[in-house]
């Protein structure tokens, strides 16, 4: 009884939070030296990667700012390697029950609630290699993984759960990827929980100013001189090419900006963040329509955006639902009152999804992958029906070769406790996530640079290349009503 308690408490904040919101090697396709020098022409697209796709765009994007770009990112980017113990001031969670969850570590469900939050499978570096270039990094101070709440505090990701290691380690890793990918550029989001402009103990329960402005002071002195300045002029009206001549190629959002940053600028306020949610997937033909429109409008959105210096970012992130998760919990805990309650034919109604009757998606990683079979239209129709993109997609399961998994079989790396997903004949089928955004940025600069009667080999050299790479992992959709995979619908 302890440990349903517990996790009743826990239900409304996994609820809320996502409301709003492979263990293989990364494919990289050429050493880092050989992707740092393709810079042009035959040169680039015969050496072309996904971990130096903007390397190979430059020609054309180098007099574009980077908020005229579309960057391919990830949401909860580093729930890949959580723990199961609760983090202090936990994302929604009234800090007394965060720090009561934290305290008695041992009483809470733990797994159970790693299966409700783990969103992504590739570390870092792997999703650094495979494209992405916005990562969605959420922090707070609180103290180790299976430490009492009283122990030594640092900062780490969270999304319910704390990250195993701390912030400034994945923030080295990205560091030394930067490093060894000099034609590279990265944007960083740091919240807690995907607010852009809370401040104080709404951002970061109990967490003092100087606290905050120490760890900035951490990132400062890490990227040094690769951060974007805004002392030198605003994101807006200042090129790819001229960030580049400064060394500057991290752009970093942060929220709480002036008590976390004291108002540095080598730091954006993360208010001019455009941060548009998208509908649950309990509302998927809604949903669907919804984001259909916004990427129709999108254009319009980012040149409204841009003069405002604002980033333009779409979430296309999965939301479970409360009863989901109430019957998820009871499925996995008291399996015999769920059988009693008809507990997986109530979870199955909660989607509307034709035909779902029999099956109720048990972690967070199911129903992202069940998202992302309905996002790879919209985001196909990019290219077949000339739609446009935002600054940044933030979204989830995000796997090798620069994809998003579509099928029912889990992401391995770290492995859900009791919970392997849905084996069969599209278990591991996946979309051409990354080559689509980099397809759309190529063929949006091509024409700009046609339309100043300038040209670039690139502009004909690349776009056979990502239309191979995009039928490697095409669209794909099939008659699978059971785990709500369905043809033609919505």
Same mark, same amino acid.
């Given at each position: ?8 408490? &826990? ?76 983090? /202090? ?17 041992? $009483? ?28 969605? $990094? ?8 299976? !430490? ?8 780490? &990701? ?90 500057? *190629? ?11 940053? !004291? ?38 959105? +980012? ?32 399996? +015999?009152?769920?059988? *009693? ?44 029906? !000339? ?8 979204? /989830?399961? =995000? /796997? ?19 919970? !392997? ?22 063929? *949006? ?19 056979? =290349? ?25």
């Amino acid at each position: 009884m302890i440990v349903v308690s517990v996790l009743l408490l &826990c239900v409304g904040w996994v609820a809320g939070s996502h409301a709003t919101a492979g263990a293989t090697d990364a494919f990289t396709g050429a050493t880092a030296g050989a992707t740092a020098g393709a810079t042009a022409g035959a040169t680039a697209a015969s050496n072309y990667s996904l971990d130096s796709w903007m390397t190979a765009l430059m020609p054309v994007i180098g007099t574009m700012s980077l908020l005229d770009l579309s960057l391919p990112g990830t949401h909860d980017s580093m729930t890949w390697d959580l723990s199961t113990t609760v983090s /202090d001031g936990s994302n929604d969670l009234p800090p007394p029950i965060a720090w009561v969850l934290h305290e008695f570590h041992d $009483f809470a469900p733990g797994h159970f609630i790693k299966n409700q939050s783990r969103t992504q499978g590739l570390s870092m570096t792997q999703q650094l290699d495979n494209g992405i270039r916005f990562i969605d $990094f959420r922090i707070m101070y609180t103290s180790g993984p299976n !430490n009492t709440a009283s122990a030594t505090h640092d900062w780490y &990701c969270l999304h319910m759960l704390e990250t195993n290691n701390k912030a400034m380690t994945y923030l080295r890793e990205a560091k030394t990827w930067l490093d060894a990918h000099p034609g590279e550029m990265l944007v960083l989001w740091l919240s807690r929980h995907g607010n852009t402009c809370a401040k104080g103990n709404d951002q970061y329960p109990n967490v003092p100013d100087p606290i905050k402005v120490a760890f900035w002071s951490q990132v400062e002195a890490l990227f040094g001189d690769l951060l974007f300045d805004e002392a030198h002029g605003l994101l807006n009206e200042t090129t790819i090419n001229d960030m580049r001549a400064r060394h500057q *190629r991290v752009v970093v959002y942060a929220s709480d900006y002036a008590r976390f940053t !004291n108002n540095s600028t080598r730091a954006i306020d993360a208010c001019l963040i455009d941060n548009q949610l998208g509908d649950s997937v309990q509302s998927e033909n809604a949903t669907f329509h919804t984001l259909m429109a916004r990427f129709a409008d999108a254009d319009n959105i +980012k040149r409204n955006d841009k003069q405002q210096n604002r980033l333009y970012l779409q979430s296309m992130a999965a939301g479970a639902p409360l009863q989901q998760l109430e019957m998820a919990a009871l499925l996995h805990f008291l399996p +015999k009152i769920a059988h *009693r309650d008809n507990a997986t034919a109530k979870c199955a109604a909660v989607f509307a999804i034709p035909g779902l009757t029999a099956w109720c998606p048990p972690t967070l990683m199911d129903i992202s992958l069940l998202t992302n079979y309905y996002n790879q239209r919209i985001l196909d129709a990019v290219i077949t029906h !000339n739609l446009a993109l935002p600054n940044a997609i933030y979204i /989830d399961a =995000v /796997d090798t070769d620069g994809t998003i998994r579509t099928g029912t079989t889990l992401l391995d790396r770290a492995p859900l406790h009791g919970a !392997n997903g849905v084996s069969g004949a599209n278990g591991t089928t996946a979309f051409a996530y990354v080559d689509t955004m980099v397809l759309y940025n190529l063929k *949006r600069a091509c024409a700009a640079a046609q339309s100043r009667s300038s040209t670039s080999e690139v502009c004909h050299e690349l776009p056979p =290349v990502l239309e191979a790479r995009r039928k490697s992992h095409p669209l794909q959709t099939w008659n699978d009503p059971t785990h709500g995979r369905l043809l033609g619908w919505p």
